[in-house]
């Protein structure tokens, strides 16, 4: 059972037993509700390729009707079963009162002065999560920050997010949702054929939450977005971001294989130990280690490093020269993240000048290190200032 959920334990054995019991305790207690509507009807979109094939042959529908529908729903973005005009009028009826084609309900969107735009999704529960479309500037393309969980369970010092409790994990229906939804507001419909890139190209799980806290329902999501016959993203255009839950890492990377982003903000653990409190598990040295061990890495496909830059807490030219002793031999690059203030936050960002020499020793040391650009702070869009107000649901005892 364990073993279902959670997979194989890696070769090396860093995920035990312990861990796994805790892990996984976790994931049930905030497991997302059946997606189920109270009329009965379920949720289409987000059940994997063979879930669909499943629920059509316990209609008596051959295999055939499964890859039709999910081009329909994944390439062409239809909602409505009466749409799906390779499909006969009795069987759309059919469809229709079994299943929905559903998406998120946007009760909030905003756009930025940087054309930056946020969406607030609020779920059939009424939990709400953010969703922030980043077009770059120079192309005509951008990528979707898509959240995993409604709140974050590990209050890094420096995000806001970590100041909200976690109300539950998102299901594979709300994090494929929260792209679809953001197509539709985009009119990116149907999906490119192979690698044509639209609009909406790149997904970055960067939101809220920690993805690897809900490995199953984010594999789920991620499986179903890379599919060729629907939406169709290589996985080369998926980056997954963690804070650092390194027995999950090594999953992620022999099945998911997406790009990794790790958020590192220290190189030494006492200090990494406060801002990232997940470090008390698992500390730099064992991190760095899943990172090494992360398939795939080469000069074409680097793990990234996030350092968000903290004025005289972890911008100094020591760290710096720490930072690239640390991750000598990873085909990396780091991303240094101007702190992004929210209220109530306490920290500051670098001055410019540290910003700069930070950069140059990173740089100099043979990595790629570009001072990310802020996106969309004005409407609280950028990374670590999303939160919102859902709080979880009382149990039931
Ligand atoms: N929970 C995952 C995914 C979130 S990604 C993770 O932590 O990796 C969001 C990125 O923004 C992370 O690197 C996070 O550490 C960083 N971040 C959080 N708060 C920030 C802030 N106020 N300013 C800049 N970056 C921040
Ligand atoms: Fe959670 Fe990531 Fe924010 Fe840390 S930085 S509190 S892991 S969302």
Known sequence: MLNDILGEPPLDNTLNDAERVRILAK????????????DGRREIVGLSREA???ALAALGEKPFRAKQIWHWIYNQGVTDFGAMSSIARPLQARLAEQFVIGRPEASAVQTSADNTRKFLFRFRDGQEAETVYIPDRKEDRGAVCISSQVGCTLSCRFCHTGTQPLARNLGPAEIVGQFMAARDSYGEWPSPAGETPRLLSTIVLMGMGEPLYNYENVATAMRIVMDGEGLGLSRRRITLSTSGVVPMMDRCGAE????????????DDALRDEIVPLNRKYPIAELIGACRRYPGSSNARRITFEYVML????????????????IAGIPA????????????????????????????????????????????????????????ESRRARTVA
């Open 52 to 54: 669909l094939a499943e």
């Open 256 to 267: 998911l294989g997406v790009n990794l982003a790790v958020s590192l903000h220290a190189v």
């Open 27 to 38: 994931t049930a207690l905030f497991a997302p509700p059946p997606a189920v509507l109270a």
């Open 333 to 388: 690059k780091v991303n240094l993240i101007p702190f992004n203030p929210w209220p109530g936050s306490t920290y500051l960002p670098s001055t410019r000048q540290r910003l700069d020499r930070f950069a140059r020793i990173v740089t100099e040391a043979g990595f790629a290190a570009p001072i990310r650009t802020p996106r969309g702070q004005d409407i609280l869009a950028a990374c670590g200032q999303l939160r919102t």
């Open 311 to 326: 004025r005289g807490v972890n911008d100094s030219e020591a760290e710096a020269r720490a930072l690239v002793r640390l």
